[in-house]
């Protein structure tokens, strides 16, 4: 797993202290069901999902979205230990959700473009690549307890 | 993976809006790439990478360039990028992981610069076609 170095901790801290959670998160969770719609398999109960516009505006798309956020939000306070941060999370995804690690990767990509188009010109190259770390860091943890 | 009629409609319009900052978008993209992914410089041991490089500018040109092919061709991507699948598959080599994080790094510069743009349909539209670019130039690999 990547190391943090205190630029990257701030650049990423200072980020997410602009971001609306709750937005960003039924955004994020929305493009990866539109962009791969394969991982719309993991939501069967959501309703309809028919449509970019269907999926983009599924209440369930939404709260669910916010949910993965603010964990990833949580994870922000304690960059140095994503494993501890995300057990108990890794066994969950593994053993009753059965998710495939690949899909965090996607997730993560999705959430770097969602904070592109947030942030346009903010969201430098060196700012991205913070970011990319972070959602590295993170999906590895996520699969860390896999089995 | 093909591209339906209405991908196709939203690439080559907003084709027609990015290609007045194809060469800023190149260079961007690259740096975006050498910075998040560094492993990918160990395709460029000859070129100077710090940004604002001539290198990294005439490259960058390069490779908008031939996205920008792909989309006047749209609908024969394969043809327009013959010449180009042959660079790839006997010259560069470049390993096939590295087209997706290409491709990742394009988007998010054309997301942070056209996020009006960029919905979650042109979004998907613009991740599919770059895949197809990507297995149209890895598609002589073996």
């Given at each position: 797993?990547?190391?943090?170095?205190?630029?990257?901790?701030?650049?990423?801290?200072?980020?997410?202290?602009?971001?609306?959670?709750?937005?960003?998160?039924?955004?994020?969770?929305?493009?990866?069901?539109?962009?791969?719609?394969?991982?719309?398999?993991?939501?069967?109960?959501?309703?309809?999902?028919?449509?970019?516009?269907?999926?983009?505006?599924?209440?369930?798309?939404?709260?669910?979205?916010?949910?993965?956020?603010?964990?990833?939000?949580?994870?922000?306070?304690?960059?140095?230990?994503?494993?501890?941060?995300?057990?108990?999370?890794?066994?969950?995804?593994?053993?009753?959700?059965?998710?495939?690690?690949?899909?965090?990767?996607?997730?993560g990509?999705?959430?770097?473009?969602?904070?592109?188009?947030?942030?346009?010109?903010?969201?430098?190259?060196?700012?991205?690549?913070?970011?990319?770390?972070?959602?590295?860091?993170?999906?590895?943890?996520l699969?860390?307890?896999?089995? | 993976?093909?591209?339906?009629?209405?991908?196709?409609?939203?690439i080559?319009?907003?084709?027609?809006?990015?290609?007045?900052?194809?060469?800023?978008?190149?260079?961007?993209?690259?740096?975006?790439l050498f910075?998040?992914?560094?492993?990918?410089?160990?395709?460029?041991p000859?070129?100077?990478?710090?940004?604002?490089?001539a290198?990294?500018?005439?490259?960058?040109?390069?490779?908008?360039?031939?996205?920008?092919?792909?989309?006047?061709?749209?609908?024969?991507?394969g043809?327009?990028?013959?010449?180009?699948?042959?660079?790839?598959?006997?010259?560069?080599?470049?390993?096939?992981?590295?087209?997706?994080?290409?491709?990742?790094?394009?988007?998010?510069?054309?997301?942070?610069?056209?996020?009006?743009?960029?919905?979650?349909?042109?979004?998907?539209?613009?991740?599919?076609?770059?895949?197809?670019?990507?297995?149209?130039?890895?598609?002589?690999?073996?």
């Amino acid at each position: 797993m990547g190391h943090f170095t205190e630029e990257d901790k701030a650049t990423i801290t200072s980020l997410w202290g602009k971001v609306n959670v709750e937005d960003a998160g039924g955004e994020t969770l929305g493009r990866l069901l539109v962009v791969y719609p394969w991982t719309q398999r993991f939501f069967d109960s959501f309703g309809n999902l028919s449509s970019a516009s269907a999926v983009m505006g599924n209440p369930k798309v939404k709260a669910h979205g916010k949910k993965v956020l603010t964990s990833l939000g949580d994870a922000i306070k304690n960059l140095d230990d994503l494993k501890g941060t995300f057990a108990q999370l890794s066994e969950l995804h593994c053993d009753k959700l059965h998710v495939d690690p690949e899909n965090f990767r996607l997730l993560g990509n999705v959430l770097v473009t969602v904070l592109a188009i947030h942030f346009g010109k903010e969201f430098t190259p060196e700012v991205q690549a913070s970011w990319q770390k972070m959602v590295a860091g993170v999906a590895s943890a996520l699969s860390s307890r896999y089995h | 993976m093909s591209l339906t009629k209405t991908e196709r409609t939203i690439i080559v319009s907003m084709w027609a809006k990015i290609c007045t900052q194809a060469d800023t978008i190149g260079t961007e993209t690259l740096e975006r790439l050498f910075l998040s992914y560094p492993q990918t410089k160990t395709y460029f041991p000859h070129f100077d990478l710090h940004p604002g490089s001539a290198q990294l500018r005439a490259h960058g040109s390069k490779v908008v360039a031939a996205v920008g092919d792909a989309a006047k061709n749209i609908d024969n991507i394969g043809a327009a990028l013959t010449k180009l699948s042959e660079l790839h598959a006997y010259v560069l080599r470049v390993d096939p992981v590295n087209f997706k994080l290409l491709s990742h790094c394009l988007l998010v510069t054309l997301a942070a610069r056209f996020p009006a743009d960029f919905t979650a349909e042109a979004h998907a539209a613009w991740d599919k076609f770059l895949s197809v670019v990507s297995s149209v130039l890895t598609e002589k690999y073996r």
